[in-house]
């Protein structure tokens, strides 16, 4: 991994550059008018660009970067602010207060909105296991710009640990959090978007089995939520109540304790 700017660069670009690779120990190679995939290839490695408006993460096999996206999270919290439906808000049944642990955070679309449901007072974390998409989503939760204040502020108050999710997860005391969260399926949803399949060079899949639910049980306060495909068997598997959706390509599966 090295850390460099966008082509048309400035000073301010520049040092922040030099900051990130200082931070993520990596390191910091000039632009000087080459290419992206250049640069690539003479270091044989990964980058980060720092741009003007945001960071890109470049896989050293794709040619499209993964840069951090709110994705749906504005027009669902548009609508929960207008008093309609939301599936995942009917199903966590969050308020205001509460906590929540999203153990699979990937771009935090599903983080945003549990952030906004459970306001100032509540608190969300989300783990991300591969380092360099964690430190990209943090930075994009804290500097994206949605033009929606309350948006923004539930993005910056997500808390985003980077470590696989049963690793934290043994960490955490009995009881302490709310609602915990699982979405295995993002692989199969997410990736669809041209803007960020090269999510899928850099994500880690993490092994969904009985060992993390018996541990997302221990640390529930009220229930597990899972969201996955609607033909998914895990639901079954490990006695989820499914919230079920005629149209709908995935559905939600509550563990209440």
Known sequence: MFVTTA???????VEKAMEIAELLQVPYIKRQKKSILTLQKETNSECIVVGKER???FHKEALQPF????NSAMFRIKRLERGEHDPFAQAAQLKKGMTFLDCTLVLASDSI??????GNEGVVTGNEGQNYLAF???EGL????????LMNEAMARIKVVNCLAIDYIKTVPDHSIDCVYFDPMFDESILESDGIKALGHFALYEEFNKELIDEALRVSKYRVLLKDHYKSKRFEQYGFNVFRRKTAKFHFGVLEK
Not at 7 to 13: A, I, K, L
Not at 67 to 70: K, L, S, T, Y
Not at 142 to 149: G, I, N, P, V, Y
């Open 7 to 13: 082509g048309r660069t400035n000073q301010h670009m």
């Open 55 to 57: 960071l890109e993460l």
């Open 67 to 70: 840069f951090f996206h709110p």
């Open 113 to 118: 909105v549990a952030s906004y449901l459970v």
């Open 136 to 138: 990209i989503v943090r």
């Open 142 to 149: 804290k500097t994206w710009d949605s033009e929606l204040q």
